[in-house]
């Protein structure tokens, strides 16, 4: 070990040439007998009480939330689970097999393609009548807007 002034020779270099002889360790310290003068005060019962039921209060809301953490992944879990579930009884369900009949089946009274084909319709009608509005309104004629400028 160095000297404390950091240029002294390393322990055990077999030195003659250090003329201070190595130091007698420190003695043990002791324990000091208590001083005479006053003890500490011992812990207020408020801070005591608040160690005694702070403490579960932090580790009952810790597993709260561990708990609802938990409940939270199961709750996707399932959620995923049975969409999937739903997916795939919608896909086989769909999936089945058509009829031997090389002809396209007969639209069903209420079906899917009699809804689409009343929806084509009505859109038809919309359209013919914007259509017929618009020619009215070339020739000069407007049904739908009074004219304004004779009435002033």
């Known amino acids: 070990m160095n ?4 240029r002294g020779k390393k322990k055990g ?10 130091r ?7 324990p000091a007998p208590p001083a005479a003068g006053p003890a500490p005060p011992p812990e207020s019962p408020h801070k005591r009480n608040l160690y005694y039921f702070s403490y579960p209060l932090f580790v009952g809301f810790a597993l709260l939330r561990l708990v609802a953490f938990h409940l939270g992944l199961l709750f996707v879990w399932l959620c995923q689970r049975f969409s999937r579930a739903l997916m795939a ?3 086989s369900s769909g ?16 079906g899917e393609a009699e809804r689409v084909r009343v929806f084509h319709k009505q859109a ?9 509005i ?5 020739d000069g004629v407007s049904l739908c807007h009074p004219d304004w400028s004779a009435v002033a």
């Open 124 to 132: 038809f009608e919309y359209i013919s009548i914007a259509l017929r």
């Open 89 to 91: 009884a919608k896909r």
């Open 3 to 6: 000297s404390p002034g950091g």
């Open 24 to 30: 007698p360790p420190p003695p043990c310290l002791a």
């Open 95 to 110: 999936a089945a097999p058509a009829p031997a009949s090389a002809s396209a089946p007969a639209p069903v009274p209420g």
């Open 134 to 138: 618009d020619e009215d309104e070339k």
């Open 13 to 22: 270099s077999g030195g003659a040439s250090n003329p201070v002889p190595p």
